[in-house]
């Protein structure tokens, strides 16, 4: 009796009747639906479709009806793309198709524009004043670790497949699902809104203080800090409108001036640079006048003296002289001292003042108090600084990380370019903006730095006086890079918008997912600018900064919790090509992101976590019915209820598919699973994650063996625990084996825990042990294809390595046809083992007569690259050989082997009345004759019968040509898997589908199909798919 599997004891005819057959089979058998036929109807049916399948692969020509060949399925995807356009004119032509992009032009200069803001110009110098150089260096380093943390998370999240234009949006979104996503894709479009608003009334900054204070249509806004807000206001809405319009009219000049705003910056920058050595020991363009150890202003040099009349005027209204006035000396001091002077020192410690203190040298309170509340012409402090608010106020200079990725769709090389120049665009900003702290240190003077709107300067801008040759080279530069950014934000927030109410994600935001009759998301465009005009309205840039911060900082808070969530959770889905990234890395970005958030401004950073929280739950009550495949749905698999219905929702996405393991496991008669070594292979397969069920069964009467069932799960259980195989186990007693097998596929698991893949054994012995071994082996996989499940035969099982071992070498993949992609699949998750993680992966496909091999390897090549696997990658091409008579000899032979069986069979039932004779014949004889009498008969019975079968079988020597066929390629395929992959650690190759007949000569054969093509292989695994896509390219 086979010890593989046991089954019931049947009709000992070997030919049985047809619809037994089918009732031993469990009616799952959903596609075969020409039972009715006569075998000779379907062999002659078969033979016809046959006449388009190439020689070499009759053996899947079942499998080709519904699953493609790999050369048909790799052309197929080979071109296809899948990203959004980018923002284009709708008056203009359709163009030519662009050359795709580098990493220079599509990923580097596009970060560069967008880093570089109006905060360096206008914020910086103030920022280094306030905070001293030391300090200054910490909150620029703090800001650029928090954008190089989230761009090794993004460029890991990017490179995880094909990422469709949209930024953080949809990298969020299709990583954490559609509630994160919509909530971090609506910060994401305020937080651009917001910095449109900011850089509107930085340039409305730059105009009116430094190039045209005379346009102020509120008087002398140096004396009024209202005056000052209120002209930003107003001028901040009429360059609001004008820059809406021009968004509305043509985004092709918004595009065209994108390239002169980038010029702009990296002129500016290159100025200030060649200006700070160009002024190394100083100039005498800038002096500033100093009463005691305040700064003054609006004080001419020439009348910077004590004993002038302009001064004594101020100070001595009335007769009655300040007692500050009269108690310390007027003096002019140099403001550009430059590199060599020393002035660094001065600059190291910091001088945070609360709002109304006098800036001035030192600490003392004698001189930043304002005791008397009179502050003549005293520069004061027009806002109270701490080292956080800093932070918050220069964090908008380092964000616009997002924008290669944005551009993803026209990039010749994503995957490569988005890493590559994002990390490069930031180390080249960092390091610009770190030296700029400390060359500013070493060449303003302190008091300059600290003043943030040049008024002891006569209104000028500090940075522009240090660049060379000229100021205005900053000024006009500043202005129309400001004026880009603006234009940009503008631009690209409606658009995100309309993506988001395009995924219908959250339902309110409907009407904004139309377009005008132009493509314009008009509606979305209004929205944005109304959003952007209660911006304008707070009319300051250190109160818009620190608010569009914490947006920012939110969302990128949410790529790093992104990154870490799938790199925990180890989904198959998860292969990024850039390798280097970490989890712990991700948790440190998301620290910083909430720790400067809540340091920078706590109330703000509740109104951005707020405006999260409640746009979450409400997609989550009133929208969120997409499937994207999100991280948090794999978090559900180690959950309970909430969990369990949550995963019950529908089938998963392909990016969340992973084998969810049923091991069927053949105790023998001592209860221990007879193959140890396929819990090994289970655990290797999940490397530690998600579960596993290991399922044996019993025959016999549960009411009579309930103890024996106890005893075998104990034992189930204690292998399962020495091979650290996570999950549960069960015993299953049947009154047959085959029908207990499908009870289990068909039943076991609960909702989202379900299992999708099966293991079962090789039945070794099949040949010996006769149908009953190899039936219910068949009948299983049937059921298992019925399920549609996943289906995995290890072949040689004993040889395969301990879960404790490494082993080096080479794993096979023989893809022949297209099974969903988990030939592709199950290779990657054992490489997540430590016992093959030292494995090269090789893949071998098979082209046919018409395929062009060499495109075919490059499509290939190419397909890997998108899914992240790294693979050599081998075209076979197999010659149309004809039928050698090693063949026909093999088919001979298999058919001869089915014919004596089943004559067999047929004389079981002579045998069995020849016996029940000879008993009734001893019966009748005394009790003394010797019972060895009637041997000779039934022995000369059972010769005769097999006589008969011999000449049976020898009389009918020609082959039939469909099994012909069939073993054709079963050679065929072997010799070439033997000569290229016999020393390999293990063979993966497909499953060939079983016979659609339910006959005992069909089933035989396939069983001898297997074992030819697997013949001289030590260790192999066969794989069947279960019918759906289970690897992705896309992320």
């Known amino acids: 009796m086979p010890d593989r599997f046991q089954v019931t004891k049947a009709d000992e005819d070997t030919v049985l009747d047809y619809h037994q057959d089918e009732s031993a089979s469990g009616k799952l058998l959903g596609d075969i639906h020409d039972e009715t036929l006569d075998s000779g109807d379907i062999h002659r ?13 009759y053996l899947y020509d079942d499998d080709l009806a519904t699953r493609p060949h790999i050369s048909t399925f790799i052309s197929s995807i080979a071109n296809y793309e899948n990203t959004i356009p980018a923002a284009t004119d709708p008056d203009a032509k359709p163009p030519q198709p662009s050359a795709r992009m580098g990493t220079l032009i599509g990923v580097f200069l596009p970060c560069i524009q967008n880093i570089f803001g109006v905060i360096l110009f206008i914020r910086l110098t103030w920022v280094v004043g306030t905070a001293g150089a030391v300090c200054g260096f910490l909150i620029v380093l703090t800001c650029c670790c928090v954008t190089m943390l989230t761009a090794i998370s993004m460029s890991a999240i990017a490179t995880n497949g094909v990422v469709p234009a949209g930024g953080s949006y949809f990298m969020i979104s299709r990583s954490l699902g559609p509630e994160f996503g919509g909530a971090v894709g609506m910060l994401f479009y305020t937080g651009t809104t917001l910095a449109a608003a900011m850089y509107i009334v930085g340039a409305v900054e730059i105009v009116l203080t430094y190039m045209a204070p005379w346009a102020s249509i509120f008087g002398d806004f140096t004396k009024d800090a209202d005056a000052m807000y209120n002209n930003f206001r107003v001028y901040g809405t009429v360059l609001l409108i004008f820059m809406g319009l021009i968004v509305f009219v043509g985004v092709k000049f918004v595009n065209k001036f994108a390239t002169v705003a980038l010029a702009c910056v990296i002129l500016s920058i290159i100025a200030v640079y060649v200006g700070i050595f160009d002024n190394i020991h100083g100039n005498e363009k ?12 609006d004080i001419p040099i020439d009348n910077c003296t004590k004993d002038d009349s302009f001064m004594r005027d101020i100070y001595c209204p009335n007769n009655k002289c300040d007692d500050y006035y009269l108690n310390n000396n007027v003096s002019k001091v140099k403001g550009i001292k430059g590199l060599a002077s020393g002035v660094f020192y001065d600059n190291v410690w910091p001088s945070f003042l609360e709002k109304g203190q006098f800036i001035s040298y030192g600490h003392d309170s004698i001189d930043i108090e304002n005791i008397d509340n009179e502050s003549y012409n005293q520069i004061m402090a027009d806002i109270t600084t701490t080292f956080t608010l800093l932070i918050g106020i220069f964090f908008p200079s380092v964000t616009g990380i997002m924008a290669g990725s944005n551009r993803s769709g026209d990039l010749a090389d994503a995957q490569k370019s988005i890493p590559i120049g994002t990390i490069c665009a930031i180390l080249t900003t960092s390091t610009v903006y770190l030296s700029s702290v400390l060359f500013f240190a070493g060449t303003v003077d302190n008091l300059l730095l600290r003043d943030k709107f040049g008024q002891s300067i006569g209104g000028k801008l500090v940075v522009a006086n240090i660049a060379w040759p000229n100021q205005w080279v900053i000024l006009i530069g500043s202005f129309l890079s400001t004026l880009g950014a603006g234009l940009q934000s503008l631009t690209g927030a409606p658009r995100l918008l309309q993506a988001i109410a395009r995924d219908e994600i959250i339902p309110f935001l409907a009407p904004f997912a139309k377009s005008s009759k132009r493509g314009e998301p008009t509606r979305a465009l209004l929205l944005t600018i109304v959003i952007c005009q209660c911006g304008i309205l707070l009319g300051n840039v250190d109160l818009l900064a620190p608010l569009l911060s914490m947006f920012f900082l939110m969302c990128y808070g949410f790529v790093n919790l992104a990154c870490a969530v799938q790199t925990l959770l180890r989904t198959p889905n998860w292969r990024p090509r850039f390798k280097f990234y970490h989890w712990s890395l991700s948790l440190i970005g998301l620290t910083l992101c909430i720790s400067v958030m809540i340091m920078t401004s706590w109330y703000f950073a509740l109104i951005a976590m707020g405006m999260a929280i409640v746009i979450y739950k409400y997609i989550e009550y009133r929208g969120a019915e997409k499937e994207w495949g999100d991280g948090i749905r794999g978090m559900a698999l180690t959950a309970a209820r909430f969990s369990l219905l949550r995963l019950e929702e529908g089938p998963p996405h392909t990016k969340n598919w992973r084998p969810q393991i049923l091991v069927l496991s053949k105790l023998n008669d001592n209860l221990l699973p007879k193959y140890r070594k396929i819990f090994s292979f289970a655990t290797q397969l999940k490397a530690g994650k998600g579960l596993t069920i290991c399922v044996s069964v019993l025959k016999g009467d549960h009411t009579k063996i309930a103890n024996k069932a106890v005893d075998a799960k104990s034992t189930l259980r204690k292998y399962m625990t020495d091979e650290k195989v996570k999950g549960f186990c069960d015993i299953l007693v049947a009154q047959q084996i085959g029908e207990g097998l499908s009870s289990v596929i068909q039943t076991i698991g609960l909702g989202g825990m379900k299992p999708n893949t099966v293991i079962i054994g090789w039945p070794y012995s099949w040949r010996q042990e006769g149908r009953n071994s190899w039936r219910t082996f068949i009948q299983t996989v049937r059921t298992v294809a019925a399920c549609h499940m996943a289906l995995m035969v290890p072949k040689g099982i004993n040889f395969y390595p301990e879960s404790n071992h490494k082993i080096g070498g ?14 592709m699949l199950l290779p990657f998750l054992l490489k997540q083992h430590r016992t093959w993680r030292n494995c090269k ?11 062009n091999s060499i495109q ?18 081998e075209v076979v091409e197999m010659n149309n050989s004809d039928i050698s008579a090693y063949t026909y000899e093999r088919t001979l032979m298999m058919e001869q082997r089915n014919q004596m069986l089943r004559a067999l069979g047929l004389n079981k039932k002579e045998n069995s009345k020849v016996e029940s004779h000879n008993d009734e014949k001893r019966n009748s004889i005394d009790s003394d004759a010797p019972e060895e009498t009637d041997a000779p008969e039934t022995t000369s019975s059972k010769d005769e019968s097999t006589e008969k079968a011999d000449s049976k079988f020898k009389s009918n020597v020609k082959p039939d040509e469909f099994n012909v066929r069939r073993m054709h390629t079963a050679i065929k395929l072997n010799e070439v898997i033997v000569e290229k992959s016999q020393d390999a650690q293990l063979v993966i190759m497909n499953l060939p589908g079983p016979p659609r007949e339910v006959r005992a000569e069909r089933e035989s054969n396939y069983m001898e199909f297997l074992e030819v093509l697997t013949e001289g292989l030590e260790k192999v695994l066969m794989v069947r798919g279960g019918g759906r896509e289970v690897i992705t390219i896309y992320s």
């Open 286 to 297: 800038l002096y500033m006048c100093v009463l005691g150890k305040r700064l003054l202003k």
């Open 841 to 851: 992966l090789r893949i071998f496909t098979v082209a046919q007569i018409e395929d």
């Open 810 to 823: 080479n794993i096979d993949i023989w893809w022949i046809v297209h099974d969903g992609g988990l030939l």
């Open 856 to 873: 075919m390897k490059k499509d290939l090549k190419t397909f890997l690259y998108h899914l992240r696997i790294e693979a050599d990658v």
């Open 45 to 57: 049916a078969e033979e016809n479709q046959k006449s388009n399948i190439d020689p070499n692969l």
